[in-house]
């Protein structure tokens, strides 16, 4: 085909056509249409954690341009556990049979530790760096499911007075609550520790299926248990000793207790509260209940951090009364817990007060295990 501009020379067309096609041939081409990306093979999901009928599990993470990748899990042992990568780029490692129980356990991904990725259930904290990993018994342990009657777990948020800023609080209440429009129950407030949050006894402490299950066999009385964040002192602000004790004690006497007693049919009397906690939530009910007789008839502490017993607790638990108000002062600790020292200190302090208690010593160290055993054996004592 002859250009435009041929055809002008030529003489062969009119000058506005000549025109015409000079302008037609001066049109940039049409753009080719973009190639099509090319299909990306679709990674195959990576399953973590991978529990097999034998109670071993295996753990892996993708992580191709890794170094080295490690297995933290919470039971005694001799350090980490090295994975080992195959050629897709994924890391993996198979653990020993376990015992039935709940796990915590992180990836160590070239010395920063992580959760699993592969993994929904984490560990509500303070800093959220370990997953959770469920092994059923066979018969099912007390914080397993089982089939029966089950309570419900609700999540308050509140604005706290006592610390001018918003707050949440967890709140379990028994099966049968909603149908039972009459009954007043008893409450239980129930601390966490200081690496953990407000929703930790309830995600990884199994408070709610604990409670479900003694309720179910007759063992423990249908109950709320109250579960409140701990840290009335903010990440980041200059500690000050007893100062989180002293805030939390007006959080939850000012705010917690009357937003329970004011949403719930809770029996708001001294004879139908408890207070019970773990570690640093140890020592606050403990010292909290011991000072407000009136307040907690059944006072417990799971491994209580109590450095000071003698300056926080001497004048409650001497002053007239006391034994007559507390109908149960409860603490347990593990003989491998490295806060045995301070309880066996508080329990022979007790004893030359004369005031009745009772103190446990169990086998277990510093580890949820142990205290979920404790809520087990706490509840089914109280509110008698």
């Not at 009657?149 to 609700?154: F, Q, R, Y």
């Not at 009385?221 to 409140?228: N, T």
């Not at 103190?359 to 008698?384: C, M, N, S």
Request: aromatic share 8%; charged share 20%.
């Amino acid at each position: 085909m002859k250009t435009a501009r041929a055809l002008c020379l030529l003489g062969s067309v009119s000058l506005m056509a000549c025109l015409s096609l000079q302008a037609e041939e001066a049109k940039p081409a049409a753009p080719k249409p973009p190639a099509a990306p090319p299909k990306r093979k679709p990674e195959k999901v990576v399953v973590s954690p991978e529990v097999h009928p034998d109670h071993t599990v295996t753990f892996r993470l993708r992580a191709p341009a890794a170094q080295k990748v490690e297995l933290s899990l919470a039971i005694p042992k001799d350090g980490n556990m090295p994975m080992a990568q195959g050629t897709d780029g994924v890391w993996s490692v198979t653990t020993a049979a376990l015992e039935p129980d709940i796990y915590e356990y992180s990836l160590v991904v070239d010395g920063v530790r992580m959760t699993d990725p592969g993994n929904v259930h984490t560990k509500p904290g303070r800093q959220t760096n370990s997953s959770i990993v469920f092994i059923q018994g066979n018969p099912p342990r007390l914080h397993d499911w089982q089939e029966v009657p089950h309570g419900a777990v609700t999540i308050h948020a509140y604005h706290s007075k006592a610390l001018n800023r918003v707050r949440r609080v967890v709140v379990y209440t028994p099966p049968g609550y909603t149908k039972d429009t009459e009954t007043k129950y008893p409450t239980l407030y129930l601390f966490h520790g200081s690496g953990d949050i407000e929703g930790c006894w309830a995600e990884l402490g199994r408070a709610p299926l604990i409670l479900d299950n003694l309720i179910a066999q007759g063992k423990a009385k249908p109950m709320l248990i109250v579960m409140p964040n701990g840290h009335a002192v903010e990440q980041g602000e200059s500690p000050v000793p007893n100062k989180n004790l002293e805030m939390f004690e007006k959080d939850l006497l000012g705010d917690i207790m009357p937003l329970v007693e004011g949403n719930y049919r809770v029996a708001p009397d001294a004879a139908h509260r408890a207070i019970i906690g773990l570690s640093m939530g140890g020592g606050q009910s403990l010292v909290i209940g011991m000072t407000h007789p009136d307040m907690f008839a059944w006072i417990g502490g799971m491994s209580g951090y109590v450095p000071d017993a003698e300056n926080t607790v001497g004048a409650s638990i001497t002053a007239p009364g006391f034994g007559d108000k507390v109908k149960l002062l409860w603490f347990a600790i593990g003989k491998q817990d490295f806060l045995l020292e301070q309880n066996k200190t508080l329990d022979a302090f007790l004893t030359s007060k004369n005031v009745k208690h009772e103190f446990v010593l169990t086998e277990g160290g510093h580890q949820w295990p142990v205290w979920r055993g404790y809520l087990a054996d706490f509840a089914p004592l109280i509110f008698k």
